[in-house]
């Protein structure tokens, strides 16, 4: 891993051996050729490509009188696996709905004669899909004792307590999980702690796609929405009228809405409003603006002014405001003392 994040941007290109002839020098960079890749940008400071020999880099200032004083690069010269391939399956999955996913993950030696790479005892999948827990992790088809830690939206990280390495090269991590953007990537890497003359350092390399199972269709780590639905509100849970009773005494007080905000592309604004049968307007929240996944909002039975409304039927509705349209969803909440 190449680490830029003393960097504000960075672009760079291409890795792997350079043709015959051809060698670095002062007198100036490395000129592109067909044996390289083509140009990218580093966003979060992690270059994530199989190893490399020689790497071409600009920096690119974002504001007049930047500075750079320093450029830190950390890598490994011995890798965890020398191939580490992963695919996730379904790749197709409807919105919001809760999904049975299957991580698999391949890890190869390219030769017996070199056998400089040490394995791992983690895995951290990064995405921003909604993790709702691990239900198993198999290791050659047969189910391996674990550890599994889930992020608030950042993913879930397994620690296994046999150390996986090519020799037991066929590891599946089985989860539930649920997908709210087309498009939502799983990034998959391998870690581990090497003991060196600083002290005890973590080791990180990430994943390429593959097709690691052939019994599962698809190649990839990114999973894309099926039916693409009009509404981009999903309310989660029973959707028949909620009785709540806020009357202090610590039971059932608050009513509270679960919902999710499908295919943003970025924050919007979402309005969470009560009305009585008459149409009235009795409480308005406005909860800033939300991204794409799992949203709450609560309602604790009092109008605007601060006092408790009169026991009977109101009606709840939630407003989203996104650039391309403006959506909706409404439904009834029962007020009782």
Do not use: C
Not at 81 to 109: D, H, K, M
Not at 195 to 209: K, P
Request: charged share 25%; net charge negative; hydrophobic share 40%.
């Amino acid at each position: 891993d190449t680490d830029l994040r003393r960097v504000t941007r960075s672009v760079w290109e291409g890795y792997g051996d350079l043709p015959p002839g051809e060698r670095v020098t002062e007198r100036g960079p490395v000129l592109s050729n067909p044996a390289w890749t083509p140009w990218k940008t580093v966003t979060d400071g992690v270059i994530r490509s199989p190893a490399f020999e020689y790497m071409q880099f600009r920096l690119e200032m974002l504001e007049p009188g930047a500075v750079v004083r320093q450029l830190v690069f950390e890598y490994t010269d011995r890798p965890l696996a020398q191939v580490l391939e992963a695919e996730i399956s379904p790749a197709i999955v409807e919105a919001a709905e809760e999904t049975n996913f299957v991580l698999s993950l391949g890890i190869q030696r390219l030769s017996d004669a070199d056998l400089t790479e040490s394995g791992f005892r983690q895995i951290q999948i990064d995405t921003p899909a909604e993790i709702g827990a691990v239900d198993s992790v198999r290791v050659n088809d047969r189910n391996v004792p674990y550890k599994a830690k889930i992020g608030q939206g950042t993913g879930l990280n397994v620690r296994l307590w046999q150390r996986a390495t090519p020799g037991r090269g066929f590891l599946q991590v089985f989860f539930r999980g649920r997908v709210f953007v087309d498009g939502t990537r799983f990034d998959v890497r391998a870690l581990d702690t090497r003991y060196t003359d600083r002290g005890i350092d973590t080791v990180a390399q990430y994943a390429s796609e593959g097709d690691v199972d052939a019994r599962s269709p698809g190649t990839g780590l990114v999973v894309r929405l099926g039916s693409q639905r009009t509404s981009l509100i999903e309310v989660f849970g029973d959707t028949t009228p909620s009785v709540f009773t806020p009357n202090g005494d610590g039971i059932n007080d608050v009513f509270t809405l679960e919902f999710g905000l499908l295919r943003l592309t970025q924050p919007a604004p979402v309005h969470f409003e009560i009305f009585d049968l008459a149409g009235r307007m009795v409480h308005r929240s406005v909860g800033g603006r939300a991204t794409s996944g799992r949203s709450t909002r609560t309602w604790d039975g009092r109008a605007a002014a601060g006092t408790l409304v009169a026991p009977g039927l109101y009606m709840y509705r939630i407003v989203l405001k996104s650039d391309a349209e403006t959506d909706s969803y409404q439904g009834i909440v029962a007020v009782a003392y």
